[in-house]
């Protein structure tokens, strides 16, 4: 039987001997023969959440925030968008049409987004973390100037930044390549 939660109680906070859960606003207790024995809660949210990757689809506040950005494909068309400081150039991608797959959405477990970075731009990105070094080892057509998309977060002094897309990439879980230890 499901009994309210008087003011007091939820003051107090409510105790059950037997699971230790403490009761939080906006919550019913179940009583027992045993006591309180499980708690459901009820949480009211005034906010709308974001679903992944959608801060990239949001326009930037001002002008000061924007990062223009160039993608080239595979066939060598250059297309230009506008991103914002924070955004993620996979993501960014996904906003405007560019292929880059991003087949494990930026989880850091494939290749899928690897893109070519311009030479003058490399240096100003931080250095790549070691999970990033060994998956794009397994990355087909690998150059120095080699990067996740996934990994790279626009900043300002990344205003003009061209990024090239590799002739193919590869999804392991797809295409069944099973990766063995060296």
Known sequence: ????VTVAKLVRGAFCNRHCHLTLPLSRVCVTRCGVSFVRKRFVSTTLSLRHGEYEWQEPKNEAEVV????VDR???RTEVRGKVGDNVLYLAHRYGIEMEGACEASLACTTCHCYVADD???KLPESEEKEDDLLDLAPFLKENSRLGCQI???KCLDGIELVLP????????D???PKPH
């Open 75 to 77: 066939d060598g068309k």
């Open 68 to 71: 223009r950005v160039a993608f």
């Open 176 to 178: 069944g390549h099973k």
């Open 167 to 174: 002739a193919a990439t590869r999804n392991f879980y797809v």
């Open 121 to 123: 731009y490399l240096s």
């Open 1 to 4: 039987m499901f009994l309210p």
């Open 153 to 155: 977060i626009l900043t």
